[in-house]
């Protein structure tokens, strides 16, 4: 599992560079959009390469963990406006579930190895 999670890891970094806008309804108004679009784009790009690598992947599951715990406030955020930006209310509620079961789930594969 750990591997289809780097490779959604590097599409979603990928991506960062190939729709930046697609992001930027997900980011408060106040933050630099293009800069903390193309930081989070690069990050999730070199988590998914030390994913890959078996000498990287214990500190990179570190890594990914603390960067889902850093992307958490921006999904609550979403979540508390009128219209998140991924759609509905309900869909904003499945992905902060899912982002505590990921953030769990790393924590487990990081204590774990």
Do not use: C
């Not at 078996?54 to 889902?68: I, K, S």
């Not at 991924?86 to 789930?105: E, M, P, Y």
């Amino acid at each position: 599992m750990i591997y289809a999670f780097a490779v959604l890891l590097l599409v979603a970094g990928a991506y960062h560079f190939i729709n930046p806008t697609f992001y930027y309804p997900y980011m408060p108004d106040w933050f630099p959009k293009s800069l903390a679009n193309a930081a989070a784009g690069l990050v999730e790009i070199v988590i998914g390469i030390g994913l890959l690598v078996p000498d990287w992947r214990t500190y990179a599951t570190w890594v990914a963990l603390a960067l889902m715990v850093v992307f958490l406030p921006l999904h609550v955020a979403d979540l508390l406006k009128a219209q998140p930006a991924i759609g509905s209310k309900g869909a904003a509620v499945i992905r902060l579930i899912l982002q505590f079961i990921l953030i769990w789930w790393l924590y487990r594969e990081g204590t774990s190895s």
